[in-house]
């Protein structure tokens, strides 16, 4: 294990459910990240935080919306969300963002499927 | 524009043979390379980083080298086993201020028996 849980590991969804995604770290990290990782397509940042504070977010719709109460956990919120939407949704940590040899420890992602 | 290919898409080996990965990069300034290893199912995890200097680099079977001239890196196993089958993703850091990774897309190796 990486350090880094995700939950749920799997989500099934209409396209008018709302849900979230939970992803906690126990490596005493400062930054955060989501990632989509479709079939086929290399990963694509969402967002960044470093120090509970957002510091990218990559032209993500908003029907995504991340929250960040402390640099231990990090939310993804999903509101009428499209089937082009399912992918696996992967969090990260790192110690902080702008390191050189930063390495980003991911969790095993949550599979979701819009329906 | 950054970008970092990876080839092949997919590759399939038979058991305890060697196999050898590629990714070209096209991202500047360039900081460190990084490869990782997804099994199905999980997150990606870290093989081995390169920087600049760095020619070659070793972890078990796994031994990645860099061309920073060409902008070329590879991943050679040695003596596959099952237990590599997996997606093995090049990143690339950039050398500025946002020290930013730009992905490649994947290989995707099934080792069989």
Same mark, same amino acid.
């Given at each position: ?115 | *524009? ?5 080839? $092949?898409? =997919? @590759?399939? %080996? ?5 196999? #050898? ?15 990782? *290893? ?5 997150? $990606?995890? =870290? @093989?081995? %980083? ?5 020619? #070659? ?57």
């Amino acid at each position: 294990e990486t350090g880094v849980t995700q939950t749920p590991r799997h989500l099934v969804m209409g396209m008018t459910n709302k849900k979230s995604l939970k992803c906690e770290q126990h490596l005493g990290h400062n930054a955060m990240y989501w990632y989509k990782q479709s079939a086929k397509k290399p990963l694509e940042l969402m967002f960044v935080y470093n120090f509970k504070e957002q510091t990218e977010n990559n032209s993500v719709p908003s029907r995504f919306s991340p929250e960040c109460p402390n640099s231990s956990h990090l939310f993804l919120h999903l509101h009428t969300l499209q089937p082009e939407d399912s992918a696996l949704y992967l969090c990260a940590s790192s110690q902080e963002i702008g390191m050189r040899n930063n390495e980003q420890f991911f969790g095993p992602g949550t599979r979701l499927t819009v329906l | *524009k950054n970008q970092v290919e990876q080839s $092949p898409q =997919s @590759l399939i %080996i038979l058991e305890g043979k060697n196999c #050898t990965l590629q990714c070209n990069y096209t991202v500047s300034p360039f900081s460190n390379l990084r490869w990782y *290893k997804q099994d199905t199912g999980r997150g $990606p995890v =870290s @093989l081995t %980083i390169m920087t600049f200097s760095e020619n #070659t680099k070793s972890n078990g079977r796994y031994t990645a080298t860099l061309d920073a001239d060409t902008k070329q890196s590879s991943l050679h196993i040695t003596a596959s086993q099952l237990s590599d089958s997996a997606s093995y993703i090049c990143v690339v850091r950039t050398n500025n201020a946002g020290n930013m990774l730009t992905f490649g897309g994947g290989t995707r190796l099934m080792v069989k028996p």
